[in-house]
């Protein structure tokens, strides 16, 4: 039997699937159902008898207190699926070090970060800074010089996971000449025009102009946008990041973009959330913020649910699981 610790709320919605899949697969799952209150702690009793934990979306962030308090306290657990991709938070690897499986989502939001971080390139890329600076003043103001076509123009996406792939499947498609920026070795599905390792990014930097971050928070990637990376960017290149804000050096980007050698960003992640108040990066120039929302999006929870449902199934009948942890 899988005992497994589920939010009210996925259950509400999936429980019929969890059925299915224990009259399927011929094993039981009893289902322990985290507190509707989010300020109620589940029983010492019913924590320890949790051995899979699904974290769906519903439980962030209101519910996320209750829930790793219950899986911090279950001893027995072995196996947890979460829906986000990011998983630098300490939390994670507590579970990782405890032998405990983990599990994600990576897929189910990548199309909307995607399409976020292409509007930020599309606005830099065509001037929208410059079009609503006047605007606010009510003033009409022209392009002082044409933006240089798309065509002929290089994106380098750094991780090209499920989000990485989608951003320069999108890059493609608008004529950018792509390059992707992977451990592992190419194949023809690739959506790229070149593929390099991460020991080869400094050799590609000084083609891009524009430079999307999308690789996982690790500890080879911690910083990997460094002071000497951004250094090599052309002048006028632009920093794209939906990744996480440890990954690049955010005072020599601040620094790039104060002193007008860096032509701009996108970025919806900070080194420190909320972005403070005080941060340069709120009033410099050609410089788009959004607040790590990058995946707001409508259907999330439904695309997400089928990824845990897979792997629930996988789990019933030992079978490898998807989208492993490591």
């Known amino acids: 039997m899988t005992r497994l610790l589920a939010s009210t709320q996925f259950l509400d919605r999936h429980g019929a699937d969890v059925a299915r899949i224990a009259r399927e697969t011929g094993e039981p799952i009893e289902v322990i159902a985290l507190p509707k209150d989010p300020d109620e702690r589940l029983r010492d009793a019913d924590a320890a008898r949790v051995e899979a934990a699904h974290f769906s979306g519903d439980v962030f962030p209101d519910h996320s207190r209750s829930f790793f308090s219950a899986v911090y306290r279950a001893e027995g657990l072995r196996w947890m699926h979460t829906f986000n991709v990011g998983l630098d938070h300490p939390v994670f690897r507590s579970l990782l070090d405890r032998g405990v499986v983990l599990t994600n989502s990576a897929g189910a939001n990548a199309r909307p970060i ?118 090599l960017l052309p002048p006028g290149a632009c920093v794209l990041n939906v990744a996480r804000g440890e990954v690049i050096d955010e005072p020599a980007l601040i620094e790039g973009l104060a002193a007008g050698r860096i032509g701009g960003a996108y970025l919806d992640v900070f080194a420190s959330e909320p972005l403070p108040e005080d941060s340069p990066l709120w009033r410099l120039d050609r410089v788009i913020v959004t607040p790590h929302n990058s995946a707001a999006s409508t259907g999330m929870r439904a695309r997400e649910a089928p990824y845990f449902l897979r792997n629930l199934e996988a789990w019933q009948r030992g079978q490898p699981l998807g989208n492993l942890v490591r």
Request: net charge negative.
């Open 114 to 231: 995607a399409q976020t971080l292409v509007t930020g390139l599309l606005m830099l890329a065509r001037g929208f800074p410059h079009w609503l600076d006047a605007q606010a003043r009510r003033s009409w103001e022209p392009q002082p010089s044409a933006p240089r076509a798309l065509e002929e123009q290089t994106l380098v996406v750094l991780g090209l996971g499920a989000i990485g792939s989608e951003i320069a499947r999108l890059g493609r498609a608008l004529g950018l000449h792509t390059i992707g920026v992977r451990r592992s070795p190419g194949g023809p599905a690739d959506p790229v025009d070149e593929l390099v390792t991460p020991g080869e990014l400094a050799q590609v930097l000084p083609r891009a102009d524009f430079l999307a971050i999308a690789c996982p928070l690790s500890d080879e990637t911690r910083g990997i946008v460094s002071r000497d990376a951004l250094a």
